[in-house]
């Protein structure tokens, strides 16, 4: 394998490892599946991102034509998916030739996600008096009341934030953008944040002459905001503190938390998949099991066959 290859499967595998908390063995099989499909790639003489449709497709006619399960086929697909989605959210290519390919098919996994309960217990544990106090509870007020992607929060432009905003201006996947409500604790969080940072990042001037952050959370990494892999490990650190399970949270499941209880407090689907930046319908539709027991209550409580029968 080229070293380009590596180095391009070793970045995407980091990113995933910290917005999705994939299992350690996800994270190998995803790695050892890519380097399957880059060396087979560069033996038609291809760089793996200058690989079109035709060529995923013709990959995966080699593995059915190995004889490898249809699990395996489908798992080989999903990482080259997720690979090229982040290749073009990244610029690495213009577009994401796998977008369009259908695979052998699996089965449909719920996403992870939270209670009210437990989401409220992971902000109060932010809440808790510390060093990073303000930041964490703004941080988590706003992952929870938008249900953004965790690349989009920790890197929002500070300008997003001023004047006390009722809405704010995302910048999501492909540079498309969206505006996503503030709810009254979010906006408070947000308007004790500022405050804090813009004396954290003043203080850093006088001192250093440095020019100051336009990122809301800024930092000292190589991006110059927060990092994802920081993120991951304060969630983490939240979730011990709250006295949940930290190996069912993570930022994406923040984000499944709010679809989740949106559409269960009775959200239009389409609401929640413009808030999400779903660029189709059928990516929030898996949502859609929350509605079962509120379907089945409202024929209960409202149907008057069933309020006969509970009276017979």
């Known amino acids: 394998m080229t070293p380009d290859h590596a180095r391009q499967i070793q970045t995407f595998l980091q990113a995933n490892a910290a917005e999705t908390d994939a299992a350690r063995n996800t994270q190998l099989a995803y790695a050892r599946d890519l380097t399957d499909f880059a060396g087979w790639v560069e033996t038609r003489g291809r760089e793996m991102m200058q690989a079109e449709r035709a060529d995923i497709e013709d990959y995966l006619v080699a593995c059915d034509a190995q004889g490898l399960s249809r699990a395996t086929r489908a798992r080989r697909l999903s990482a080259i998916r997720q690979l090229y989605r982040f290749a073009f959210e990244e610029n690495w290519r213009a577009d994401n030739p796998a977008l369009q390919i259908k695979g052998p098919g699996k089965d ?183 509605l079962e027991d509120r379907l089945r209550d409202l024929v209960l409580d409202h149907h008057p066959l069933a309020r006969r029968r509970g009276t017979a």
């Open 108 to 290: 449909k996994r719920l996403p992870k996600t939270l209670t009210i309960a437990e989401v409220d217990r992971l902000i109060e544990a932010a809440q808790r008096p510390g060093r990073d106090q303000i930041r964490d509870t703004c941080l988590m007020q706003l992952l929870y009341a938008t249900g953004m992607r965790v690349s989009e929060l920790v890197g929002l432009p500070v300008s997003a934030a001023r004047g006390d905003p009722r809405m704010l201006l995302v910048r999501g996947k492909g540079g498309k953008e969206r505006m996503v409500p503030l709810s009254p604790p979010a906006r408070s969080a947000l308007a004790d944040w500022l405050t804090r940072r813009d004396a954290m990042v003043q203080a850093q001037n006088q001192k250093t002459g440095a020019p100051p952050s336009w990122f809301l959370f800024p930092s000292h990494s190589r991006e110059g905001h927060l990092t994802r892999h920081r993120f991951y490990a304060m969630i983490k650190t939240l979730a011990v503190a709250g006295g949940i399970d930290p190996g069912r949270v993570t930022p994406h499941t923040l984000r499944h938390a709010f679809a989740t209880h949106l559409l269960a407090g009775g959200a239009d689907l389409r609401a929640i998949q413009t808030m999400l930046g779903h660029a189709d319908i059928s990516t929030t539709e898996i949502y859609t099991h929350v």
